[in-house]
Nanobody
Framework: QVQLEESGGGLAQPGGSLRLSCAAS????????MSWARKGSDGLEWICGI???????RYEDSVKGRFTISRDNAKNTLYLQMNSLKPEDTALYYC??????????WGKGTLVSVSS
């Protein structure tokens, strides 16, 4: 069955960095676009996505220039490099598989807290 497992969350100081990972299994990872989303005080929001072959990426404006999505199809792993973290980045971060109708499978999330 499809499984997505996020890791790498934790506590960071404002201006700091964290790298999230999402290990995928149960499907052909290299055939699907993938996304990261987060649920914070403002609710659930999509933050970035990447094509199946990694050739293109898209970002929500609030993270553009600070976050970088990438993937390693040989390792079935999705990444999110987060730099210049702000307190408002505090949220539960999810990776999700992107299908024709939208994000169809989600992980359980990893918590990121940004505080001094």
């Amino acid at each position: 069955q499809v499984q997505l497992e996020e890791s790498g969350g934790g506590l960071a100081q404002p201006g700091g960095s964290l790298r999230l990972s999402c290990a995928a299994s149960g499907f052909t990872f290299s055939s699907y676009a993938m996304s990261w989303a987060r649920k914070g005080s403002d609710g659930l929001e999509w933050i970035c996505g990447i094509y199946s072959d990694g050739s293109e990426t898209r970002y929500e404006d609030s993270v553009k220039g600070r976050f970088t999505i990438s993937r390693d199809n040989a390792k079935n792993t999705l990444y999110l490099q987060m730099n210049s973290l702000k307190p408002e980045d505090t949220a539960l971060y999810y990776c999700a598989r992107v299908a024709f109708a939208g994000m169809d499978y989600w992980g359980k999330g990893t918590l990121v807290s940004v505080s001094s």
